[in-house]
Structures are given as C-alpha cells and as structure tokens.
C-alpha cells in the first residue's frame, strides 16, 4: 500500500502543479492519512493522527486541507458518513467551477464495516441530469450514497 499512496500523492501534485494550485505538506500530509485510511474518515480522526507529527494541529487546519483536497476533486465527502475518502480516479478528471465534483460519482456504504466503494456511472448521472431538467432545475452536483452491505459482509451473512 506504502507504494501506491505515494504513487497517488505524486499523481495528486502534478495534478495540483498542473492548475496552477500548490499541494502543500500540509494537504499532501492530509491526503496521505486520507489514502491510508482506506475508507471514509472523519476530519476528527484525521486531526487525531495528524497530531502524532503535527502537535499543534487545530480544526482549522485540517478543515482547510480538506476544503482545498475537495475543490481539486482529490477527495469526496461521503455526507451521510461525514467524512472523506480519496476519489477512486481524481487523476483521471479536473475540478470545475469550484467544486470538486468534477464527474458523475456514487458511493456503496457498507452499513456492517463502513466501507465505501466508489463508481462513476454516467447514466446514473444523466438520469439525475434529465429528471431535474423536467422540473426546471439546476443542479451544481449530485452525489449518490447507497446504503447496504458490501459483498464481503453479505457474504459472512
């Protein structure tokens, strides 16, 4: 795993470096305990360790790495968790407009052990385009969260 978060905090600078932003060791430091965690993490957990180098660490600081690592579309929030995990493919797409949703992405959060499994489906994201067209309305994003049981947990029974 050590070789593919850095691979990903390599991939996530060039990015950065890229649209002009800075990935600085604060936000990398960030992203890195978000890639480690492995599934959604809450700001409060990452504050946590983050304080094991960082002593001084406060709230502030790891709301605004996680503010920046959002708008560059390097992590998602899973709001029903309140907590982030890193974009399956944030290499593979730019942010836009100021937000980090910058393609059509659906989470399955496994209620037994909390994982998170990350798509990007974009008929699940034209269907939503469409439906709010009918109404007259006009998103700024959309994230799906589907609640249930991974295939290892439903599995175990």
Do not use: W
């Not at 890229?18 to 965690?37: D, F, H, I, Y």
């Not at 910058?102 to 989470?107: G, N, T, V, Y």
């Amino acid at each position: 795993m050590a070789a593919a978060t850095e691979h990903a905090l390599e991939a996530a600078e060039a990015a950065c470096t890229l649209r002009g932003a800075r990935l600085t060791e604060l936000r990398r430091e960030v992203l890195r305990l978000v890639l480690e965690a492995g599934q959604p993490v809450g700001a409060y957990a990452l504050l946590d360790r983050l304080r094991a180098g960082r002593a001084g660490a406060a709230p502030p600081t790891v709301y605004r790495a996680l503010d920046f690592l959002l708008e560059q579309g390097l992590i998602h929030k899973v709001e029903r968790l309140n907590a982030f995990i890193a974009c399956a493919d944030a290499h593979d797409h730019a942010p836009h407009a100021g937000h980090g949703h910058a393609h059509p992405h659906q989470f399955f959060i496994c209620g037994r052990c909390g994982d998170a499994a990350e798509i990007a489906d974009a008929s699940i994201a034209a269907a939503i385009a469409e439906a709010a067209r009918r109404i007259g309305f006009r998103p700024r994003g959309a994230t799906v969260e589907v609640e249930g049981l991974c295939a290892a947990c439903a599995e175990a029974g």
